[in-house]
């Protein structure tokens, strides 16, 4: 009944020590194997609790069966722990857990041999068997203790092993056949309890594996040795304290303890392995191992002496065999000693040589006392002293910066680890010297010490600081400076070079420069001839175009010069670039503007010498038209010419207004208000089927221009815009506030930064390419067909926007719309009303005196000829000369000169000051076909100034007259 009771109890605690053996090894403490430590122990403490209850329940004829029973199937449980435990293990691990598994198999074995004689099985070959693999349980945990030290993670393998093996097998057998067997068989008993040899045997193998536990080399061997001699020392100590194998308590506990052995392989987790400082160990290890090998050969020589005479020889054979393996181990060892001292005194050897010999200046010093204890001749010489003469000095002698020094020293002994750090120290002469210190701790001479490499690096940080100051400047240069290795791949850039081109070095460093500069604009003709010229070691210069990574060219200066080694091979090139894109730019405004100042000039000089023609034949024209028949054939024919006279005077308006020679009178004005008032005469102009917006700054600031030229700058655009949207589109207007900062005037040169009021006009017609927009501003340029422009109105824009201080600008792409934007600076003063031309007839007639100089005999005589048919009084002269002799002569009756501007000799403006200054209170009326600087600066009339620009009508002037004479 005991026995089926116990059954369940087992087969739970085997599979506790299954699932926390084999569910997720890599781990220390997964939940399976924490469940399964549990379980087992809740199994232990039922299944003892059962053992000491069949100590009252069963029969004592019975009790001795349960109890080998109950023990075989604890003890293959701990095996089975035992062997988990060595899966989850490294090698050196596996190897003792496995040992240890096997120990508890095999003991298993005999325990169930014993179970059978229990049982009376009776005697057998399977018996016998199974007695003699119980035999061979206590000599393979004997061979723990002789296990091989770990190396490399993995158990040192070698002969001195197998011999110590062999010695410690042999030892165990004769104990075994003479203690034990021997006795049994010569007494014919089936059972003999052998006490005090078998407890020697158990006490050595406890001892043994405890003290292996603390001399060790490996943490993880010295933790499994510990778990294994803890419990079986508690075995020995339980046998001894509670003698006799049938013992109660000691039948009870010692299942228990094997599976408190089962727990803890259960929850075992494999640690570390060798520590770095090993050496007191290993030394420590090697003699436990000789004791051991010594102590064994005792045990046998003292077996063979106490053994029966008729068995003797054999003992002495044993004995003969145990010392043959004892001297070939210490032969052995001997030997593998003096091949180990062979190698340490080469090894120092080769250790002197390459001290000495070292380039590198190394220094061993004392920590507490600073003092040197070895320097080689490279760290004398180092430090200025003879060879040897730095023995015994102390350090801080030749450190400069000595708490940094004590420091870095305290931090090294404290870490542990390799520390490199700059230091300046000084020679023996007081010479000052940058060194790059690598110091770590050594063992030297049974003591902690500094062993540190002192490298001498004055002359690198020399020239450290010497490459960072030409960095710096190279930096600070503003000019694109960056190198490339002999295949052209960039290898070095400078930050203007980022500036410029928009990469960084990430992006560049690697690449070849044509393949991340290449504009388009260079053929592969141009590129083969100057890789050609570099590769002939010659400098190259230029001025090139290259490409940005936002896409837009940029023109610069180029200079590529090869950099060459000492034997004068190529291993590289220096390219040197300068921004000229601006420079550029302004060289083509500059020859475009001295293009539009002679095409100017030309034009100005036309319509002067034009608008005397054209004065001359609207004049007469308006004087046939007074008084011609209304109806007649005549006056049609007259009506006619004189609608081709003022087609000609808005021709010579825009030639003048573009060479920017026209008089203006310019005011504060609102371009809010100027907009708004021509709204709707714009939008009669462009169409039904274009969309009209504006959209206008509430709080727009002023500018100060003329009202007509601002409205003919409007239409102009306007039209231009109709124009580019034949089949209809959207028109808008804008008005703003802007400031034009330094970024926008170095893309256009031309330009004051400051405050500008901003004019727009955007429309969705075909637009313009890049190369139209180059042209568009020139006079006479249109892309209009035939008779459907003259190519002024753009150019009119321009120059009225040029004389009145601002910028225009345009934005197109072909099929995307233009957007022109007209700038003009932002004025903080009131505006100014602006009035139109009196729709009242003006009383033309006067009886004043009016002294005309005019070169132009023929506008001379229409002038004269207007002014006496209504009245006025005429002196004439053809110059400033004849003036001045009229002058002379009836100067009481001169009521006001009227003069032309330009005139051979003295000009009308010189005329005019020198009759005021005869009479201040002159009257005076100018006449031009444009202006002069005699009168107008760049176009804007002096104040209190007058002037009748050509071509005009006798009622024209005969107004004016008027205007002027009652002011």
């Known amino acids: 009944m005991a026995i089926s009771g116990a059954g369940p109890a087992y087969f739970r605690m085997a599979w506790a020590i299954t699932a926390g053996g084999l569910v997720d090894s890599k781990k220390a403490h997964t939940p399976s ?191 499994i040795y510990l778990r294994v001699g803890g419990v079986f020392a508690s075995v020995v100590f339980l046998r001894a304290v509670f003698p006799g194998y049938f013992n109660p308590i000691y039948a009870v506990s010692r299942p228990g303890l094997w599976l408190l052995l089962g727990i803890l392989a259960v929850r075992w987790q494999d640690l570390p392995g ?48 145990s010392v043959a393996l004892y001297i070939l181990r210490t032969m052995m060892a001997e030997r593998s000693r003096y091949a180990a001292e062979t190698k340490l005194r080469r090894s120092e050897h080769d250790y002197r040589v390459l001290f000495e010999s070292a380039v590198v200046p190394i220094v061993i010093f004392d920590p507490e006392s600073e003092r040197i204890l070895q320097a080689n001749a490279a760290a004398c010489e180092l430090y200025g002293v003879a060879p040897g003469g730095l023995v015994g000095a102390r350090m801080k002698d030749f450190t400069k910066d000595i708490a940094r020094s004590e420091e870095q020293v305290a931090d090294l002994l404290r870490t542990g680890t390799c520390q490199r750090f700059e230091s300046v120290h000084q020679r023996r002469d007081g010479k000052e010297i940058e060194i790059l210190v690598s110091s770590s701790v050594i063992q030297y001479g049974g003591r902690k010490a500094i062993l540190s490499f002192n490298r001498d690096i004055t002359e690198r940080k020399r020239a450290e600081q010497a490459l960072i100051r030409l960095r710096r400047a190279v930096d600070a240069s503003g000019e694109v400076i960056f190198m490339t290795d002999r295949e052209g791949i960039i290898t070095s850039i400078n930050p203007e070079f980022t500036r410029l081109y928009g990469y960084t070095p990430d992006e560049v460093v690697g690449k070849t420069t044509p393949r991340i500069l290449k504009s388009g604009n260079m053929s592969a003709d141009d590129y083969k001839r100057f890789w050609n010229a570099i590769q002939e070691k010659r400098v190259v210069r230029g001025t090139i175009v290259n490409r940005a990574k936002d896409g837009h060219l940029i023109s610069v200066e180029s200079s590529v010069n090869p950099i060459q080694d000492e034997p004068g091979e190529i291993i590289g090139f220096l390219a040197i670039q300068r921004d000229v894109t601006g420079r550029k730019q302004l060289e083509r405004q500059f020859l475009q503007a001295q293009k539009m100042e002679a095409v100017g000039r ?51 308006r825009q030639l003048l207004a573009f060479s920017r020679r026209q008089v203006v009178m310019p005011v504060v004005l609102d371009l809010n208000a100027i907009v708004e008032g021509m709204h709707k005469m714009l939008r009669r102009l462009i169409r039904e089927d274009i969309e009209f917006h504006t959209s206008f700054a509430p709080d727009l600031g ?23 949207m034949p089949k209809g589109g959207k028109l808008i207007i804008e008005t703003a506030n802007v400031e034009l900062d330094d970024e926008y005037v170095r893309a256009h040169p031309d330009v004051t930064p400051g405050r500008y009021v901003l004019l727009a006009l955007s429309d969705t017609g075909w637009g313009m390419d890049v190369e139209t927009q180059s042209h568009i501003f020139e006079p006479f340029f249109t892309t209009k067909h035939a008779g459907k422009g003259t190519g002024l109105g753009l150019s009119t824009v321009y120059g009225i926007v040029k004389q009145s201080g601002g910028h225009v600008n345009v934005y197109s792409e072909a099929g995307q719309g233009t957007v022109f934007k007209v700038y003009l600076p932002r004025i903080d003063e009131p505006v100014e009303a602006v009035t139109g031309a009196s729709t009242q007839a003006a009383e033309l007639t006067g009886s004043e005196t009016v002294l005309l100089a005019e070169d132009e005999p023929s506008v001379r005589s229409l002038a004269a000829e207007a002014m006496r048919g209504n009245g006025y009084a005429v002196l004439e002269a053809g110059d400033a000369e004849q003036a001045l002799a009229l002058w002379a002569q009836h100067s009481e009756k001169i009521d006001l000169l009227l003069s032309d501007v330009v005139m051979p000799g003295m000009n009308g403006k010189e005329l005019a000051d020198r009759l005021k200054q005869l009479r201040p209170e002159l009257k005076v009326l100018f006449i031009s076909g444009y202006t002069a600087d005699a009168i107008a600066q760049h176009g804007i009339l002096e104040e209190g100034v007058v002037l009748l620009s050509k071509p005009f009508t006798p009622r024209d002037l005969l107004a004016k007259l008027r205007q002027i004479l009652r002011s």
């Open 33 to 223: 194997r924490r469940v399964g430590s549990r379980l087992l122990i809740a199994a232990a403490a039922l299944l003892i609790l059962l053992d000491a209850a069949r100590l009252v329940v069963l029969p004592p004829s019975y009790q001795q069966a349960f109890m080998d029973g109950f023990e075989t199937v604890v003890v293959l449980l701990c095996a089975l722990a035992c062997g988990f435990a060595a899966v989850r293990s490294s090698p050196i691990g596996r190897g003792l857990w496995l040992m240890t598994a096997a120990f508890f198999g095999l003991m298993a074995a005999a325990d169930f041999h014993d179970f059978l004689l229990d049982v009376s099985f009776g005697p057998g070959s399977l018996i016998s068997t199974l007695s003699f693999l119980g035999w061979c349980s206590y000599p393979l945990l004997a061979f723990l203790i002789f296990f091989p030290a770990e190396k490399e993670g993995r158990p040192d393998w070698n002969w001195i092993s197998l011999l110590d093996f062999l010695q410690v097998t042999l030892a165990a057998g004769l104990a075994y056949f003479q203690l034990i067997y021997l006795p049994r068989f010569l007494a014919g008993q089936t059972w003999m309890v052998i006490g005090h040899p078998e407890l020697l045997r158990n006490l050595l193998i406890a001892g043994g594996l405890l003290l292996r536990s603390r001399v060790d080399t490996s943490s993880r061997a010295r933790a």
């Open 702 to 724: 002023g500018v100060k221009a003329d009202a007509g030229q601002i409205e003919q700058v409007i239409m102009n655009l306007a039209v231009n815009a109709r124009d580019a």
């Open 602 to 652: 030309l034009a100005g000089g036309v319509a002067h010498d034009f608008n005397n023609l054209l004065t001359v034949i609207n004049g007469y024209t308006d004087l046939m038209l007074e008084g011609g028949a209304p109806g007649s054939s005549a006056r049609s024919h007259l009506e006619e010419i004189r609608r081709a006279g003022d087609r000609a005077s808005a021709l010579t």
């Open 274 to 321: 060798l520590r770095p400082d090993q050496d007191g160990r290993r030394g420590a290890l090697r003699l436990f191992l000789s004791l051991c090998a010594a102590a064994t050969l005792l045990v046998v020589v003292v077996l063979a002496l106490s053994a029966p005479a008729p068995y003797r020889k054999l003992m002495y054979f044993c004995v003969g065999v």
